[in-house]
T-cell receptor
Framework: DAGVIQSPRHEVTEMGQEVTLRCKPI?????LFWYRQTMMRGLELLIY????????DSGMPEDRFSAKMPNASFSTLKIQPSEPRDSAVYFC???????????FGQGTRLTVV | GESVGLHLPTLSVQEGDNSIINCAYS??????FIWYKQESGKGPQFIID?????DKRQGQRVTVLLNKTVKHLSLQIAATQPGDSAVYFC????????????????FGQGTILTVHP
């Protein structure tokens, strides 16, 4: 099993540009989570899905952030427009069912300059 | 201005010593708890979990203790090795009580463990 796959691993972009982060969950997992990690705020849950449906997006910081899960094997987190304060490591995780242990990807390190 | 980050608790031990990492969780209704280990440049990795109907669970070299009365978790690592150096997080999940927070895996701030050879 390849585990949770995130792309890109690193992204450097200019302020105002659109950024799209991608995630492929573990095959057969029904729940998917997007987290952001910074020194200031630690690991924050942004949004999570169950069976491709968003369950709780209360952690999404602003309307500039959006996430989709068009099918069971793919999710995106989009930031438009990006700002320097969005710089962080973004993690995607998946779990077999809601309420079970989550497996994390390697993360995408985003730098907005 | 000066940026202020999280001041993570730190624990430094000698190789071979036992380590105890503590965590206070926030939701008294949470019924499932997980310890994760995060090494530099990597995502959090599952170590051990425990359900609220238990107060102790043992794995290989690790033991998790749960005290629901004071909402406290601890992770004990026996014979700590340099490879155990990482940030350790506890995470909690509330029960399927019909609320919107079901399945919401929430992390604590983490503890930095440094093992000296």
């Amino acid at each position: 099993d390849a585990g949770v796959i995130q792309s890109p691993r690193h992204e450097v972009t200019e302020m105002g540009q659109e950024v799209t982060l991608r995630c492929k969950p573990i095959s057969g997992h029904n729940s998917l989570f997007w987290y952001r990690q910074t020194m200031m705020r630690g690991l924050e849950l942004l949004i999570y899905f169950n069976n491709n449906v968003p369950i709780d997006d209360s952690g999404m910081p602003e309307d500039r952030f959006s996430a989709k899960m068009p099918n069971a094997s793919f999710s995106t987190l989009k930031i438009q427009p990006s700002e320097p304060r969005d710089s962080a490591v973004y993690f995607c995780a998946s779990s077999l069912v809601l309420g079970s242990e989550a497996f994390f990807g390697q993360g995408t390190r985003l730098t907005v300059v | 201005g000066e940026s202020v980050g999280l001041h993570l608790p730190t624990l430094s031990v000698q190789e071979g010593d036992n380590s105890i990492i503590n965590c206070a969780y926030s939701n008294s209704a949470s019924d499932y708890f997980i310890w994760y280990k995060q090494e530099s440049g990597k995502g959090p990795q599952f170590i051990i979990d425990i359900r609220s109907n238990m107060d102790k669970r043992q794995g290989q070299r690790v033991t998790v203790l749960l005290n629901k009365t004071v909402k406290h978790l601890s992770l004990q690592i026996a014979a700590t090795q340099p490879g155990d150096s990482a940030v350790y997080f506890c995470a909690e999940i509330p029960p399927p009580a019909g609320g919107t927070s079901y399945g919401k895996l929430t992390f604590g701030q983490g503890t930095i463990l440094t093992v000296h050879p």
